[in-house]
């Protein structure tokens, strides 16, 4: 039975942030190995490019081919949707020279078999080819083809588990591009991006990731244990700013029967959760100065004791440490600990806010977000009005890729028929409005007040219309967040009647 031979391709989990070429390649050497092939290339199939585009396969000599759909025996694959066998006898006729010349390898047989959609927007679509080449011992056989048509049914699944399964449909856009599976963007400032992470991933160094909150820290920290030799281990993760600062340490370092009143057994803390892989510190920069220190130690020596313990452990872990504070401004202030500060950044990742990542990355993250939810919740057919996309880039996004995902999300979900419509944006009343006339006399329709009784009512209309949201305020208002606090504040004392305190 061919189910008995075939290998199980479900130990590849796309689940998470790892570098998909990788991950394709070890899948594509598994089919290379169980069909005594010699080399094996996977195609995707770039709609927006109307080609097939080798994304991993086993030839050194080139880094990507391309091809037109309906050139070579891959091509035709992508074409019919059938699969092709060519024997040595008449290899000569069907394989393309040209690849074999810019190669120097000689093609003698040929198998190839289409890789189908099963979603919703792509289903029996060919999506991929997956083609060996020069079977070991003779030619590719009907049984090497039922075999290999049962295993590409295995990676179209994982392709569609993918973040690639929303690049894989009719009508994409956008040239086929990846880098790590679920971090979309293909910008110049993403590429350094990836590029750090790939390095910081291959060795065994404290990584700092700093950006706005919802920029995506978490996942590229999650990329850096998934592409690490730590894989394998856990990844845990501690909320630095979600913790009160008395039950921090705790949380860390676990603590030993009798500790404090209630400690009834002893518990271990995240460290030593974390044992053989990685563990987070989101927020790193909220931690009180006291548990500062203990972190450096940790760092330091790799050990540490748990509360109310007398005895050293050792921690095999792997630091990735996040934040959207200033640090350097916090180390001036003495906030922040100096020689803390130097411990953690020995590879420092800046992650772009999303209006830092341009036109071309939010256009992206558009379409892979619509894409995701209208098959999450069951609306294939939605779509954007054209008046939507205008709108989405126009706006400055200051909850950066998570306020995106979250405006996409509850679009797909609230909108009453198949159109995704402007009024169904929660920013669209602002960036409708129109733009004031500052000659126009109706704006200054009051009593004659202070500039400072005027500025307050508007600061606080401001605050009012972004729901109390003062962050986005002070983006609205052009000031910081501290100049707004103070305008808030000064607003406040206007309003109390004198001898109150």
Request: net charge neutral; with cysteine.
């Amino acid at each position: 039975m061919i189910s008995e031979s075939l290998p199980d391709l479900r130990e590849y989990r796309l689940d998470r942030p790892v570098e998909l070429d990788a991950v394709l390649l070890r899948i594509m050497d598994q089919v290379t190995r169980r069909l005594s092939a010699d080399r094996c290339t996977l195609y995707l199939v770039d709609h927006a490019r109307n080609e097939l585009v080798s994304r991993v396969g086993i030839l050194p000599e080139l880094a990507e081919i391309r091809l037109r759909i309906g050139e070579g025996v891959a091509g035709q694959v992508a074409a019919t949707g059938a699969g092709i066998r060519v024997s040595a006898s008449e290899g000569g006729a069907r394989i393309l020279k040209r690849i074999d010349a810019l190669t120097g390898y000689e093609t003698r047989n040929v198998l190839a078999v289409p890789v189908r959609g099963s979603q919703e927007a792509s289903r029996g679509v060919t999506v991929a080819v997956i083609q060996l080449l020069n079977k070991a011992d003779g030619d590719f056989d009907a049984e090497d083809e039922r075999l290999l048509d049962a295993l590409a049914v295995q990676v179209g699944a994982l392709l569609e588990a993918s973040s690639l399964g929303s690049q894989l449909h009719p009508g994409q856009r956008h040239p086929l591009a990846f880098r790590f599976n679920h971090i979309i963007g293909e910008s110049a400032a993403m590429q350094k991006v990836y590029d750090r992470t790939t390095r910081a991933a291959r060795a065994e160094v404290t990584v700092l990731v700093r950006g706005e909150s919802g920029s995506g820290k978490e996942l590229i920290a999650r990329a850096i244990h998934d592409n690490s030799e730590r894989r394998d281990g856990p990844f845990v993760k501690v909320d630095c700013a979600a913790l009160p600062e008395s039950l921090i340490e705790n949380e860390l370092f676990g603590h030993e029967k009798g500790a404090y009143t209630g400690a009834d057994r002893a518990r271990e803390g995240k460290v030593e959760t974390a044992q053989g892989g990685t563990l987070f510190l989101d927020e790193v920069g909220e931690l009180s100065l006291s548990v500062q220190g203990k972190l450096l130690r940790l760092l330091q020596d790799r050990a540490y004791l748990r509360v109310g313990g007398t005895r050293a452990r050792k921690a095999d872990v792997r630091f990735v440490c996040a934040t959207h504070r200033d640090l350097e401004t916090a180390v001036s202030r003495g906030t922040f600990r100096n020689d803390l500060y130097y411990r953690l950044r020995v590879v420092e990742i800046a992650l772009p806010s999303l209006r830092e990542r341009g036109g071309g990355d939010l256009d992206r993250l558009i379409d892979h977000f619509l894409f995701t939810f209208a098959q999450r919740h069951r609306r294939p057919r939605i779509h954007l009005a054209p008046e939507v996309r205008p709108l989405l880039h126009a706006w400055s996004w200051p909850g950066n890729v998570r306020e995106l995902e979250h405006c996409i999300e509850s679009a797909v979900v609230l909108a009453p028929g198949d159109v995704i419509t402007p009024d169904l944006l929660p920013f669209s009343e602002q960036l409708r409005a129109p733009a004031a006339d500052p000659s126009d006399p109706s704006l200054f329709i009051t009593d004659l007040r202070s500039l400072r009784e005027v500025e307050g009512a508007y600061v606080r209309h401001v605050l009012r219309l972004c729901e109390d949201n003062r962050s986005e305020a002070a983006r609205v208002l052009g000031i910081g967040r501290n100049t707004l606090l103070r305008k808030l504040k000064r607003a406040v004392a206007q309003d109390e009647p004198p001898g109150t305190t």
